[in-house]
């Protein structure tokens, strides 16, 4: 449930979203790529109000949401996943050119590429899933905990690969609870609690430690007062 | 057993095999993508081969076979188009849809067949058979029309699965399949999928009557045996498996084939439930139906 949640990102920007689980992180992609529709708001994007719109209508104006810990389409190979995601007409003249981008940006799809997904590894399905968002020809990118449960390693591989998509142009909306990571690839945060958004990180600007855990564990008086909203 | 029984044995099977393959395909299909059973498929063959056996009376013999079978293949893909939109597309989404649509198929069959014999009447009619040659083979006679049915049976499947595979709309068919959502996000729209996929299931459906009818006298009972033999059908090769389905439709021909020869007619059925049960007491999945 979102009530009061507000962000803007700009063109070229990569901007972050992190906060405790079951607070609408996912929602708020999900009405964004037009999988939910909203009951009251707005959604604009390149100056064009997209509310109401088709999930098809929005990857078709190049805003496209990489869904989380998703094996996308398990008993398919990765070179047919990555053919699906070129499935828009907008991204269809483009393909050859994306497939490309992406083995070069992960070799290991490159090898693996005729083995279906759901023999993959947790790192290789997330290069999958990105593979998939990127194959669309996106101007705009929003990730869903693409790191979520992966080992440290594997982690900075894709945190690098990331960098690599919004350096290149790409704007992007990474959604993720670990804030070091947003912090490392993103230039402005916002923290979204009790589906609002209720704290802006500016580039440079650094959150305290303990506010983080006062996020997640809540103080004796946070506790308190959200007994009482409930 | 000599080498000619054997032989009528297999042949009998292999006939028997790809119809019902053909009539499987589509309802496999329908299932695969949907996750609905639609039990109006039987009509399905019922409707084509008397849309086919109207084409050919009313045109007269320059119509028959080629234009007769295009004129009926186009008509039933419509149908099929019109039947999803009337029976499935209202009820897909909602909770019940998989039970709803049950029922609003089988309404869809019943009506269906109570049309047919309004209009078409009671009386058997028959469609001409595919030529009217035939060849003999150790000591069988095999018909010009039994050998269009043994190919085209391997060939629609073989068809489809390439089409699954290699075309980019079916892999959208796929993709709606495997996870609903995440089709949605790459910009596939399943209304369409589906509508397409009900259609694609009323040719096939079409091709297994115009066949079948070739064989059989077309009353309006016609389309209650091949519904039955297709669910036998996907439901031993497995639910969610083409080729599962494809290589059941021949399984259950032999038991059929071998069940007539050694023990009559009459007791074909009942070997054919007994495989049946034993085989879904070892793998409930079915023969080649894996876990999802």
Redesign the interface.
């Known amino acids: 449930m979102l009530r009061g949640a507000s962000i803007a990102v700009g063109d070229g920007e990569s901007v972050g979203l992190f906060g405790p689980n079951g607070h609408g992180k996912t929602t708020l992609l999900r009405s964004i790529s037009g999988l939910l529709r909203p009951w009251a708001g707005s959604i604009r994007f390149q100056d064009r109000d997209i509310t109401g719109w088709s999930p098809r209508q929005i990857v078709e104006a190049g805003l496209i949401h990489v869904p989380q810990a998703n094996t996308m389409f398990p008993r398919m190979t990765v070179l047919e996943n990555l053919t699906l995601g070129a499935y828009s007409p907008r991204a269809r003249p483009h393909r050859r050119r994306n497939l490309e981008r992406v083995f070069d940006l992960f070799p290991r799809l490159a090898d693996r590429r005729t083995q279906t997904c759901q023999t993959l590894s947790g790192g290789e399905r997330q290069m999958a899933a990105l593979g998939v968002g990127l194959m669309g020809e996106p101007t705009m990118l929003m990730l869903d905990e693409p790191t979520l449960g992966l080992a440290p390693l594997m982690k900075e591989v894709l945190a690098r690969a990331i960098t690599e998509i919004a350096t290149s142009g790409v704007t992007l909306l990474m959604v993720d609870q670990d804030i070091n990571l947003l912090l490392e690839v993103c230039q402005r945060e916002y923290l979204l609690e009790g589906g609002e958004t209720s704290l802006e990180l500016q580039e440079g600007e650094r959150i305290r430690e303990e506010q983080v855990l006062e996020m997640y564990f809540g103080s004796a008086e946070a506790s308190g007062g959200t007994m009482d909203d409930a | 057993m000599t080498l000619e029984t054997a032989f009528a044995i297999l042949l009998s099977a292999t006939i028997s095999g790809s119809l019902y393959a053909m009539m499987a395909s589509g309802l496999s299909l329908v299932w695969g993508t949907l996750g609905v059973f639609n039990f109006a498929h039987g009509s399905l063959l019922l409707l084509a081969a008397y849309v086919a056996w109207t084409v050919g009376k009313v045109g007269g013999p320059a119509v028959q076979g080629p234009l007769a079978i295009a004129v009926m293949l186009a008509a039933m893909a419509v149908f099929g188009f019109l039947l999803y939109l009337t029976t499935v597309r209202p009820l897909i989404g909602r909770s019940n849809a998989e039970l709803a649509v049950i029922i609003s198929t089988i309404s869809a069959m019943i009506i269906i067949r109570n049309v047919v014999q309004f209009a078409w009447g009671p009386l058997p009619k028959q469609v001409p058979a595919l030529g009217s040659s035939s060849i003999t083979v150790f000591g069988t006679v095999i018909s010009s029309h039994q050998i269009v049915v043994i190919l085209i049976g391997p060939l629609l499947l073989l068809g489809i699965a390439a089409f699954l595979k290699f075309a980019?709309v079916g892999?959208?068919v796929?993709?709606v399949e495997?996870?609903p959502?995440?089709?949605?996000?790459?910009?596939?729209?399943p209304q369409f999928i589906y509508a397409l996929v009900f259609a694609a299931s009323a040719v096939l459906a079409a091709i297994a009557g115009y066949l079948l009818a070739g064989i059989q006298f077309l009353t309006p009972d016609f389309g209650g045996d091949p519904l039955l033999k297709a669910f036998i059908v996907i439901v031993l090769g497995g639910l969610n498996s083409l080729l599962g389905a494809f290589v059941a439709a021949y399984v259950v021909g032999l038991i059929e084939a071998l069940a007539i020869f050694f023990l009559g007619l009459f007791w074909a059925p009942v070997i054919l439930f007994v495989v049946i049960i034993v085989v879904l007491l070892v793998r409930p999945q079915g023969l080649l139906g894996g876990a999802r």
């Open positions: 980019r892999l959208a796929r993709s495997q996870n959502d995440a089709a949605l996000l790459v910009g596939v729209n």
